[in-house]
């Protein structure tokens, strides 16, 4: 499944430092979806794209910031990072809101906050 | 909104044995169920929709609409299950219905 792919695959960041976690879909799938998984929380939702241009909040979006000028390309960015942000990042696409065949995951990506 | 529960964040069986692993839901409607994989150091796969009624890797899962479950199953768990799976809900964009359910994860003893 190398139609959608997340960089960098790790990560180590300082505290206060801005950092953008890239995911990118090659299947013209108009949404996107960006979770996080910790132990003990499963996956949560932080935000997700019904199309270019168009965002919404998840459950957990707090200090995060997305944006989707293309299709293809829905990147998350950590404004100003933190220790409670040290997670494994996965980006997500589905061909629409409605799918029967559900989400596409990347390999996710393992930010390390110091 | 729909809503999943699953209610074992871990859970051992010997190889051999049979393995179920728990996922109730919480609304009303038809529902529409999937559950997902993630081998270790993995991304997440999907494993199964019970739209399809199909059998992976030997692992089936019934919608129990009167007890609201949509349990997974395998007969005879192996070391290769070992893995975490998570219940969700079919993404809708009603209601934002993109919420997983927590994650159970499954270690099989040789």
């Known amino acids: 499944d190398a139609g959608i792919t997340q960089s960098p695959r790790y990560k180590i960041t300082e505290t206060g430092r801005q950092v953008t976690l890239m995911c990118h879909q090659t299947w013209s799938h108009s949404y996107m979806f960006w979770y996080r998984q910790d132990l003990g929380h499963g996956l949560r939702l932080i935000y997700y794209?019904?199309?270019?241009?168009?965002?919404d909040k998840g459950e957990v979006p707090d200090g995060y910031v997305v944006s989707r000028s293309k299709t293809e390309n829905f990147p998350l960015t950590l404004e100003s990072a933190t220790r409670s942000q040290t997670s494994v990042y996965f980006c997500a696409s589905s061909e629409s809101g409605q799918s029967s065949y559900g989400y596409t995951f990347g390999s996710g990506t393992r930010l390390t906050v110091v | 909104a729909q809503r999943v529960t699953q209610p074992e964040k871990l859970l051992s069986v010997f190889k051999g044995a049979p393995v179920e692993l728990k996922c109730n839901y919480s609304?009303?409607?038809?529902?529409?169920l999937f559950w997902y994989v993630q081998y270790s150091r993995q991304r997440l796969q999907l494993l199964l929709r019970?739209?399809s009624r199909e059998s992976i890797k030997g692992f089936t899962a019934d919608l129990n609409k009167g007890e609201t479950s949509f349990h997974l199953k395998k007969p005879f768990a192996q070391e290769e299950d070992s893995a975490m799976y998570y219940c969700?809900?079919?993404?809708?964009?009603?209601?934002?219905?993109?919420?997983f359910g927590t994650g159970t994860s499954l270690t099989v003893i040789p």
């Open positions: 794209s019904a199309a270019a241009d168009i965002t």
């Open positions: 969700a809900p079919y993404p809708t964009n009603t209601g934002n219905q993109f919420y």
């Open positions: 019970h739209i």
């Open positions: 609304y009303s409607g038809s529902p529409e």
